[in-house]
């Protein structure tokens, strides 16, 4: 398992490929049963925003199968922020035949998907089913998690060396109080980390993939 970075800005209609500033934390993507997927080949399909939402779909739907019609109505419904009943011929077409002639081709190229184009059927394959994929989309108010501890930790510092010189206002509290607050400001960090991790950032995970409605 391991994270990806996205920006949060919405692609174009064009097949170009996003750029490569993703980050994974580890050099392969292991799934459950150990087989592993390489990190330049997760970095490279889930550099782009059509084929994250392809991911996110099929997961949502255990991997599939489900035909290409149905995936392409909803990466067009996230893509333009609106109901698939509300999607325009055009709207749906365009993303249809960007599946159908280069993400679905590229995406079963690297066995990460099964794409049967005779018969517009795409599922995941096993091993992109049992392993868990997180992407982060930052947008201009929000702080990385590892700019928030560090921000933490030296006000945390801070405190405790105020403590150390018994200089005001730390003296005010007890160093057992400071203890308590601190022990509990990070419990309650850690667990709306994980929150996040495994809920806001894991495609699959929302309702909507975590992209939608930052753009």
Known sequence: MGTVESSS????????????????????ESSSDGTEIPQDVVLDV??????????????????GPITVSELAEQVAS????THVDALTYAERKRVS???????????????????DSNRGSVSLTPVTTNTEFYVDALTGRQIPWGLYYFGSSAVGGICLVGFWIELYPFTLLSPLVYGAFLV???VFSSVGHLYDTHYRMRLGARHEPLEVGTQ
Do not use: C, I
Request: aromatic share 12%; charged share 30%; proline share 2%.
């Open 78 to 81: 996230w893509e333009n922020n």
């Open 184 to 186: 509990s400001f990070f």
């Open 97 to 115: 035949n960007a599946l159908r002639q280069f993400h679905l081709p590229k995406m079963a190229d690297y066995e990460f998907v099964d794409y």
């Open 9 to 28: 800005d919405h692609e174009s209609s064009s097949d170009h490929e996003s750029s490569s500033d993703h980050e994974s934390s580890s050099d392969h």
């Open 46 to 63: 889930l550099s782009n925003q059509r084929r994250r939402f392809t991911v996110h779909h099929l997961k949502q739907q255990d991997g």
